[in-house]
């Protein structure tokens, strides 16, 4: 997990190092595109695998979901600083607890409507609206946090339903067609360089999943899910000393207040599914 929080913040920085001279969807676009070449390894996976009609309809509607999303995404980077954008995707896991409240018939107990009104209240901590203008990149943040939640939502749906690896290729394949016809209206001819950066982006985002799914299948998410408040932390130390964008100690304390609250989202669901597995004392020894 500290690999991963490192890769994603490699991602923002390049991100935000390329500013705002390509339109955030042609840089989105760009960036899943160039990623293709990871698939590579995949296609064997790929042929292999039978998708039904109703899968080829779940991968279509995610990757139109998930295509909104990196959109919103690539533009907040250019508008708001890095620490922002770092401490507010942290929202995503609460609009996916609730999503499953209201889409999947998942119990939403006490606790966890006080996690998520605690969440929603850090999100004001960071924004304070009254006491600074809000952006059109925090609006776009929000709207990236709830875009992202509604495709791991839709991922639950097509992973219990084919391999995890399709699953993966899917979400690129549909993404890059997805981003097409918007890079398209707004094309501007990229540089080199340009092309360079946004392969690294790749790179980086492609590693960061790789080890954040190794961390899952080493730990429970109780466990890996506190250190991801590091991203923040390296974040907001970047923003600073490469940026030059000043510390803004609301936005630490509000990033830090959402995590608390995702991190009990997530300890809560781990008690629950022990609870489920784990045979009373009365249970007859096997």
């Known amino acids: 997990m500290l690999i991963t929080g490192m890769c994603f913040v490699a991602v923002t920085a390049l991100v935000k190092f390329l500013g705002d001279r390509l339109p955030a969807a042609e840089m989105a676009f760009l960036r899943y595109l160039l990623g293709l070449v990871f698939l590579l390894p995949m296609l064997g996976s790929m042929r292999r695998t039978h998708v039904s009609a109703r899968m080829w309809g ?29 401490a507010m995707n942290y929202l995503s896991p609460v609009y996916v607890t609730l999503g499953a409240a209201l889409f999947l018939g998942e ?57 995890p690896t399709v699953v993966v290729a899917m979400l690129s ?30 790179c980086f985002a492609t590693g960061g999943h790789y080890a ?49 609250a995702v991190s009990f989202i997530t300890w809560r669901e781990s008690v629950l599914k022990r609870r489920a597995i784990t045979p009373t004392d009365t249970a007859v020894k096997v």
């Open 173 to 202: 394949i549909w993404v890059t067609v997805g981003l097409t016809p918007f890079a398209v209206v707004v094309w501007v001819t990229p540089t080199l360089i340009e092309l360079a950066i946004l392969f690294g982006v790749a």
């Open 58 to 86: 779940l991968f279509a509607a995610r990757g139109v979901v998930h295509s909104g999303a990196v959109i919103l995404w690539f533009f907040a980077m250019t508008q708001i600083p890095l620490a922002e954008v770092t």
């Open 107 to 163: 119990r939403l107990a006490l606790r966890r409507v006080g996690a998520i009104l605690a969440a929603l209240i850090g999100a004001l901590i960071i924004l304070r609206p009254g006491f600074r203008e809000v952006s059109p990149g925090h609006i776009a943040m929000l709207f990236t946090a709830m875009a992202f939640g509604a495709s791991y939502l839709l991922a639950k749906f097509t992973v219990d339903g084919t391999n």
């Open 212 to 260: 954040m799914t190794m961390a899952f299948a080493s730990a429970p998410m109780t466990v890996t899910q506190p250190v991801t408040f590091l991203q923040l932390v390296w974040a907001t130390a970047l923003g600073a000393l490469v940026f030059a964008e000043p510390v803004d100690i609301w936005v630490v304390c509000g990033g830090g207040v959402i995590l608390a």
